[in-house]
């Protein structure tokens, strides 16, 4: 069986080690794999979080991965699991086109195998069948450099984040009412939840929209509020609610707190209340239910601060920087785009509206451009763009990139100008490197994670 992504694909590895993805007898030996791996030190008490992290995409209906998502790697009696890495499923949306997307997650090997490729072996198994479900890229968080060895970039901004200590926040004058009040959401909150996030995206910063967001849905909105969802995801979500019982806005917080702070990974509100004039109250709504929030057995006895993870930029940060605070710059999402003519291809809507709404409207023209092991050519015309592989990298393009680096470029990471200051080998023909804008311009993103 040479076919990676197919469920009954089966390898045997040099050493006699076997590849092949789990089934649900594997899941006990998956999660011993997972607390060993994760360990601070090889003989330190397993990892009880990422046992419970796996175990929600292994035995909780987690909608985004179950065990059969699951590659793993096994002793040569088959029984114990040397390395696993679970495929998630997930969508972002690009200027509003939607477009599917493989997450590895839980990425680990035993430290007895470390070094010997098992990993990459996974990857392989990962990306064919990845490939296979139609996702047009992969993207992951993780440690730094390791996965540039598996064609992936930095491209995508991720966990910006303000901290604010409780004590910074003022009490509530003894005169005055909360303008607002949190409570748990429940489904029938979904539908209302979906349209203060959705508005949520529409947000711009200085002048531009977000190029990049989740794609979050109603299925996974239900499972984050399922009584059985008992897993380790980040979040769960809240109802900002008026003095006359509206819903208002909306906030992700912490499912379990794991370190002294309680997490936000999203908040928004309505036009009629804008964050900046409930900002205290909702800082106070969220201290007052940090005791209702489990606690890690190694976690502080009491959080203390609130931390807000919401991305390089957010509306809320200027407020927030009005209190005591500390700040983090965002990092970035690895991301591996294997078919870039595919991926340009999927998300043409966008680019023709972009270059009917510049200065290049009406423009007709080929871009030529080398990745210098491969090429492509971008066609354009009024209300058509596409793309095509072409035989050769094109010694004749108008546009030179590394190939990694043109995700930097594809996914708005980085503007044309900013890349060709940081790469000599990024070259552009001067007439074509304000179009390439147009088509792929930088602008922030938002991936609020769908864990
Ligand atoms: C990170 C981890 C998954 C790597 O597993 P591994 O079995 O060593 O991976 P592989 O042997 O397949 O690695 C592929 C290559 O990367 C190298 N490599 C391994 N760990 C590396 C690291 N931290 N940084 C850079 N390179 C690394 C390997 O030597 C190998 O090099 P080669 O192909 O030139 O021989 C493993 O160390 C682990 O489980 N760590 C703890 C869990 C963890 O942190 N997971 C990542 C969460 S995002």
């Not at 046992?51 to 059969?68: D, E, K, M, S």
Request: include cysteine.
């Amino acid at each position: 069986m040479h076919d990676l992504a197919h469920p009954d694909y089966i390898t045997t590895l040099t050493g006699g080690l076997i590849a092949r993805w789990a089934n649900p007898s594997d899941i006990p030996a998956i999660l011993a794999c997972y607390g060993v791996a994760f360990a601070d030190h090889p003989n330190g008490s397993v990892n009880t979080f990422a046992i419970g992290y796996a175990q929600g995409f292994l035995t909780r209906n987690h909608p985004a991965a179950g065990v059969a998502d699951c590659a793993i790697i096994c002793d040569t009696e088959n029984r114990t699991v040397l390395a696993a890495t679970i495929l998630m499923r997930t969508t972002i949306d690009y200027a509003g086109i939607p477009i599917p997307v493989g997450r590895p997650e839980l990425v680990a090997s035993h430290p007895a195998v470390r070094g010997r490729g098992l990993v990459r072996h996974i990857f392989a198994m990962i990306h064919a069948r990845s490939a296979q479900r139609g996702e047009y890229l992969q993207m992951i968080a993780g440690i730094p450099y390791f996965y540039r060895q598996f064609g992936y970039e930095y491209a995508i901004a991720s966990a910006g984040s303000r901290k604010v200590p409780f004590s910074a926040i003022p009490p509530l004058p003894a005169s005055d009412s909360e303008p607002i009040t949190l409570r748990r959401a429940t489904p029938s909150d979904i539908p209302t939840i979906l349209a203060l996030y959705a508005r949520d995206c529409q947000r711009q910063h200085d002048g531009q929209p977000l190029n990049i967001t989740a794609n979050l849905d109603a299925t996974y909105l239900a499972w984050t509020m399922n009584p059985h969802t008992d897993a380790i995801d980040p979040w769960v979500p809240y109802m900002i609610i008026d003095g006359d019982g509206n819903s208002v806005g909306y906030a992700f917080t912490s499912r379990m707190r794991w370190l002294n702070h309680i997490g936000i990974w999203g908040i928004g509100t309505n036009s009629q209340f804008p964050l900046h004039t409930l900002f205290a109250s909702i800082a106070r709504g969220l201290i007052a239910l940090s005791d209702a929030i489990p606690a890690h057995e190694t976690a502080p006895a009491q959080a203390d601060t609130l931390f807000f993870c919401l991305g390089d930029t957010h509306p809320i940060y200027p407020i927030i920087e009005t209190y005591p605070h500390t700040r983090k710059a965002a990092d970035a999402w690895y991301v591996r785009i294997d078919d870039i003519p595919q991926f340009i291809n999927h998300i043409t809507p966008a680019l023709v509206q972009m270059v009917a709404d510049s200065p290049f409207a009406g423009y007709v023209g080929t871009i030529a451009v080398s990745c210098y092991r491969f090429g492509f050519d971008i066609q354009i015309s009024p209300g058509h763009i596409s793309a095509q592989a072409t035989a050769h990298a094109q010694t004749n393009a108008v546009a030179f990139y590394p190939p990694l680096v043109m995700v930097q470029q594809l996914l708005g990471y980085r503007s044309c100008q900013q890349l060709q200051v940081h790469y000599p080998d990024v070259r552009v023909d001067a007439t074509i490197a304000p179009l390439i804008d147009v088509l792929f311009p930088a602008r922030p993103t938002w991936v609020v994670a769908l864990d």
